[in-house]
């Protein structure tokens, strides 16, 4: 092989390479938020098996925008078990518990740059959780969202993104403790 075809050939290697897939790894902590535990309620927490380490990997028609995989790792997780552990004691004995809380991800989207035609990325989510008493009879359903957004200039590309994931994951977070600071009272008296 000739040097000039090794060359072209290690170019467009490292072309491909380049081009490859995008991986982000989430590790943000949500603080909690200041409210009075009700003491009196012990609550189970379930979460989807999706949320556990969840990883996103982009569709088909996803890839040709933009290749990105992101781990989540523990952070949904932490997010949930935060929040909730402010409000109620979690235990996940079913013999202690008088409420189930059963938290499930129902959508992850976000935009880059390039598929939005601005200099932003923005991410959103959407949470379905539902408040169920000890015998599994719903108390109340909730649609929890977070959206976040970041400039893409203001940082790296990466950092932009991941910081984007973080503000809709704060997002949520705090719409999550208000939601429930709001339907405590009913939540209460659901359960007696």
């Known amino acids: 092989m000739n ?22 790894v989430i590790d943000t902590t949500i603080p909690s938020p200041l409210v009075a535990k009700n003491e009196n309620i012990t609550a189970r927490l379930m979460l989807d098996e999706k949320l556990q ?27 949930f ?4 552990s402010s409000f109620f004691l979690l235990d996940d004995s079913t013999k202690t518990n008088n409420l189930n809380i059963n938290v499930k991800l129902d959508k992850f989207e976000y935009l880059t740059p390039q598929m939005a035609a601005n200099q932003k990325y923005s991410v959103w989510f959407k949470y379905n959780i ?16 977070g959206y976040g957004e970041q ?40 359960i007696g």
Do not use: H, Y
Not at 5 to 11: D, F
Not at 53 to 79: C, D, M, R, W, Y
């Open 3 to 24: 040097n000039a075809l090794r060359k072209l050939l290690l170019l467009q290697s490292l072309f491909l390479i380049g081009c490859g897939a995008q991986n982000l």
């Open 53 to 79: 380490n969840f990883i996103f990997i982009p569709e088909e028609l996803q890839k040709k925008e933009a290749s990105v995989q992101i781990s989540f790792g523990n952070t949904q997780v932490n997010l």
């Open 81 to 84: 078990q935060n929040i909730f």
């Open 130 to 145: 539902q408040i169920l008493n000890v015998n599994d009879q719903p108390i109340d359903n909730w649609m929890i969202t």
């Open 151 to 190: 400039e893409a200039g203001a940082f790296q590309d990466d950092e932009s993104f991941r910081r984007a994931i973080q503000i809709a994951l704060r997002d949520a977070g705090a719409n999550l403790s208000i939601k429930t600071q709001d339907e405590i009272v009913n939540i209460v008296n659901s």
